[in-house]
T-cell receptor
Framework: ETGVTQSPTHLIKTRGQQVTLRCSSQSGHNTVSWYQQALGQGPQFIFQYYREEENGRGNFPPRFSGLQFPNYSSELNVNALELDDSALYLC??????????????FGPGTRLLVL | ELKVEQNPLFLSMQEGKNYTIYCNYSTTSDRLYWYRQDPGKSLESLFVLLSNGAVKQEGRLMASLDTKARLSTLHITAAVHDLSATYFCAVDMWDNYGQNFVFGPGTRLSVLP
């Protein structure tokens, strides 16, 4: 158990809909990162939030957006869902010191299916 | 663009044998991470390697980092079935958008009795 929780665990949506995924960070951590993992592939970095500000972004379109709240929990929002958005979405909580991250602790993930 | 490669992608080995997984990356980074993922599960952090020459060991796994060669290795000693999983290396870097994190494709390890 990492202390990182995500909700919901599973979700089914249709093309064009919008979805919000939630992540609760481990106590004491100030950074949350979101990843998309398609079946059989490595995680793809979506973005990272540090103290409520976006601190880095991977190669994802603007319809992927996020928030980090004062308690360091976070949301990932995806608009105009496409079939290719079907994946496991992972959030990871960590403590950022200086220029790099310490260990990232991953939540159990949200499995999204877009029909 | 930062690229991370792993070799091999699939590895089937017998219990008791030793083997090494290689992770190459394409641009300068001083931090490398190793993770384990069991089927249908999330990722578990194994090692964080923070500097050139860093070596860390936990049980039958040992990881090392050569930043000059842009190479990390994950060595498995006397494999046991419980080590069967997919192993990912990952590298972080700073680009125009801030921090970026790139994972390798993973090495799927199967340890056979």
């Amino acid at each position: 158990e990492t202390g990182v929780t995500q909700s919901p665990t599973h979700l089914i949506k249709t093309r064009g809909q919008q979805v919000t995924l939630r992540c609760s960070s481990q106590s004491g951590h100030n950074t949350v990162s979101w990843y998309q993992q398609a079946l059989g592939q490595g995680p793809q970095f979506i973005f990272q939030y540090y103290r409520e500000e976006e601190n880095g972004r991977g190669n994802f379109p603007p319809r992927f957006s996020g928030l980090q709240f004062p308690n360091y929990s976070s949301e990932l929002n995806v608009n105009a869902l496409e079939l290719d958005d079907s994946a496991l979405y992972l959030c990871a909580s960590s403590l950022q010191l200086g220029q790099g991250l310490e260990t990232q602790y991953f939540g159990p993930g949200t499995r999204l299916l877009v029909l | 663009e930062l690229k991370v490669e792993q070799n091999p992608l699939f590895l089937s080995m017998q219990e008791g044998k030793n083997y090494t997984i290689y992770c190459n990356y394409s641009t300068t980074s001083d931090r490398l991470y190793w993770y384990r993922q069991d089927p249908g599960k999330s990722l578990e952090s194994l090692f964080v390697l923070l500097s050139n020459g860093a070596v860390k060991q936990e049980g039958r796994l040992m990881a090392s980092l050569d930043t000059k060669a842009r190479l990390s290795t994950l060595h498995i000693t006397a494999a046991v079935h419980d080590l069967s999983a997919t192993y990912f290396c990952a590298v972080d870097m700073w680009d125009n958008y801030g921090q970026n994190f790139v994972f390798g494709p993973g090495t799927r390890l199967s340890v056979l009795p």
